[in-house]
């Protein structure tokens, strides 16, 4: 009998909300795990087994310098490296640090800030070394990440949607919410995965699962002023779970004539 693939999963900065997705996989998870050896996943079990691993998942963004060397040496142990979760894949709402002074944040959190040791930015993955596969969200679909690992499995890859939310809108006949009230919504620039849930509940979109596929986020936004929208507004709400993703990023600098502080390093 043939060895099971070796999974492990890795945690950076974030709130453990992606990890926990594949542990509420319940019944799936037994297949999962008849699967695939789970090798590191230490949100769910103590016992660790060394690597080189066949299937790196990894929740988080890199913070720190430890971070950045640690990402590295991952890298170099797995076979198909899969970033999963808005940390992972955009840097996560942590990046909102990005645009303002990382030193005053730790001067104003913590006690002893001089014992803090951190990065002015917090980045995505990809950004340090490269990726195989991104799986987007805040936190991730389940479903999707058991496409994930059945494909990797079966050598094909990945089937997740790249259209918007939007269609997941029309599918559950929801109606528009930005246009029938007006509501600036990022429905339009983001990809679907959610089942358009806050849109149902006549909430506007955040953009949980970044930009979905060629995203024109500067013109959505600019339609949203032209309505009257406020632009503190929709900087506000470009800048959220997805903020440092380039194509909200770049339509948020714009609005708010701000763009993010460059990174000098540890602090």
Known sequence: MSEK????VFKF??????????????????????AVEIAYFLEARTDQIAGPYDIGLIEGSVTTAHDAERIREI???????????????SGG??????????????RSVYATPEYISTLS???AIADHVPVDFELRGCPINRHQLLELISSLLRGRRPTTPSYSVCIECKRRMTVCIAVARGVACLGPVTQAGCDALCPAFDRECFGCFGPKETPNVISLTNHYQQ??????????????????????????????????LADNGDH
């Open 5 to 8: 693939p070796k999974l492990a």
């Open 13 to 34: 900065a974030s709130c453990d909300g992606c990890q926990l997705s594949l542990l509420d996989c319940e019944d799936e998870l037994l297949a999962v795990a008849d």
């Open 75 to 89: 890298r170099q142990q797995c076979k198909f490296l899969v970033t999963i979760g808005a940390c992972a894949t």
């Open 93 to 106: 709402i942590q990046a909102l640090k990005n645009w303002q002074d990382a030193d005053e944040f730790v």
């Open 121 to 123: 930015t917090s980045t």
């Open 227 to 260: 309505q009257g929208v406020d632009g503190d507004h929709l900087t506000r709400l470009t800048r959220s779970f997805n903020a440092n993703a380039p194509e909200f990023k770049e339509a948020s600098d714009l609005l708010s004539g701000e763009p993010p």
